[in-house]
């Protein structure tokens, strides 16, 4: 499911549009600490924003402009303003598309799904395939990301939690973390795959995420 996050002061439109997102079977986050707009987008990492320009504190050219430093998720701008130099300041800055207030909900969805789309079913990103809990893992480069820190992973760490990540809910057997590695011409023992992840463990709690991969006792592993 994807998840768009909406940074509109107005509670009745934020409302509207929520739940004909939901209804769409979208996964919508609703900013409502507007100091905290950078932190939320780390937090929950959507897929989309729907960013009002006329916002408490800052606003929304400047929360763009924080959100494009450090990702390219496509944010598409609502405002009542209409001059044309507020459309251009908009795209100048990031943006992606600017709906001008009021909007008809249908040209909103239809917006919304072609944006995405174009993202992520046309231009496939492997990271957004490992994310949970805030948690993503960068099949790029072989990092691990949670809050906007940044950890590196040995490549038995990355095939691992790799595994794990594909598996979510369910549980991972040693024997299959194993073979996994034998297949990658990692050949370790039983003692080497402990150590393995239990540094892998130690690397997420030190970024703030604690009890992420959970034992199942004579079992194996599991991300729940």
Not at 115 to 125: A, G, V
Not at 159 to 173: D, P, T
């Amino acid at each position: 499911m994807y998840r768009i996050m909406m940074v509109e002061d107005d509670e009745k439109i934020r409302r509207i549009v929520a739940d004909t997102l939901i209804k769409w079977q979208y996964d919508v986050v609703e900013v409502t600490q507007f100091d905290q707009v950078l932190k939320e987008f780390q937090q929950t990492d959507p897929h989309l924003i729907l960013l009002d320009i006329n916002l408490p504190v800052f606003d929304g050219y400047y929360w763009c402009q924080q959100i494009r430093a450090v990702s390219k998720v496509p944010i598409i701008f609502l405002s009542s303003r209409t001059q044309n130099m507020d459309v251009i300041m908009a795209i100048n800055m990031g943006g992606d598309d600017f709906i001008q207030k009021p909007f008809d909900l249908d040209i909103l969805v239809a917006k919304v799904s072609a944006l995405i789309r174009r993202k992520y079913t046309y231009q496939e990103d492997e990271s957004l395939r490992f994310m949970h809990r805030g948690l993503k893992l960068h099949v790029t480069n072989s990092t691990i990301e949670y809050q906007g820190q940044v950890t590196e992973l040995s490549r038995n760490e990355f095939i691992l939690l790799q595994l794990i990540m594909r598996n979510i809910g369910k549980i991972v057997s040693r024997e299959d973390m194993m073979q996994v590695l034998w297949n990658e011409e990692q050949f370790v023992d039983d003692n080497t795959l402990t150590v393995n992840v239990n540094r892998m463990r130690r690397k997420i709690a030190a970024l703030g995420l604690e009890d992420f991969i959970v034992t199942r006792k004579g079992m194996g592993y599991v991300i729940e």
